[in-house]
């Protein structure tokens, strides 16, 4: 097992490694209105202040028990997960996060990103997703590539994508891992196919050669 430390450095931008004093930042992030729409962490009846730090808190407590234990290469391990800050280089104020994460069901590695909208519009985004993502396809020799899943309707995560060097290869539907049963699955995507937001954009960056 190798342990990641994830520290980037681009023309405006930090990436680093979480820490207990960004709760506060990443609360925001969390609690953004843009960042809502498209990736909603908190329910929206539940509006305690305290409930919405704590989660903050056990998720940084999280990554830094993965960083620590490297359980990030550990196959025994249910869950594989990173989590960076971006921070802007010049004042260290954190305006985005990124995920770096394998999914389970198809078992391929994937970057997802998150910005605060008061910083959206200047480059920032596919600085760091651009940055972060040919990061690990150099430290991991064994990726031939990183996915991305951005919902049909986010038009400028679609846009950073297609800038910071990803492929788009196809449109999926979301799909339930806890369906098993045939007939269930063609009556959920039938349902999916009838609904108005269902479709994601399916991308990858492959490896530079």
């Not at 800050?85 to 391929?108: M, P, Q, S, W, Y």
């Not at 679609?158 to 891992?177: D, H, M, N």
């Not at 063609?186 to 960056?205: I, P």
């Amino acid at each position: 097992m190798r342990r990641l430390k994830c520290i980037i450095e681009t023309e405006r931008l930090i990436i680093r490694n979480v820490a207990e004093y960004d709760a506060e930042a990443l609360l925001k992030i969390d609690c953004d209105e843009q960042v809502k729409k498209y990736y909603p962490t908190f329910d929206g009846e539940n509006d305690d202040a305290d409930a919405h730090m704590e989660h903050v808190m056990d998720i940084i407590e999280y990554y830094h028990e993965v960083a620590e234990e490297s359980l990030l290469f550990d196959e025994k391990h249910p869950v594989h997960t990173f989590l960076s800050a971006v921070c802007l280089k010049d004042t260290g104020e954190v305006i985005g996060k990124l995920g770096f994460d394998r999914h389970g069901l198809i078992n391929e590695w994937g970057l997802s990103w998150c910005f605060l909208s008061g910083h959206t519009r200047k480059g920032y985004a596919t600085e760091a997703v651009m940055a972060a993502a040919d990061y690990y396809l150099g430290i991991f020799l064994s990726l031939d590539y990183l996915w991305a899943s951005i919902r049909e309707d986010n038009i400028a995560s679609f846009k950073v994508a297609q800038k910071s060097g990803y492929k788009l290869i196809e449109k999926r539907l979301e799909f339930k891992a806890d369906i098993t049963d045939y007939h269930d699955i063609g009556e959920y995507f039938n349902g999916l196919n009838s609904a108005v937001d269902f479709g994601w954009y399916y991308f990858q960056k492959v490896r530079k050669q």
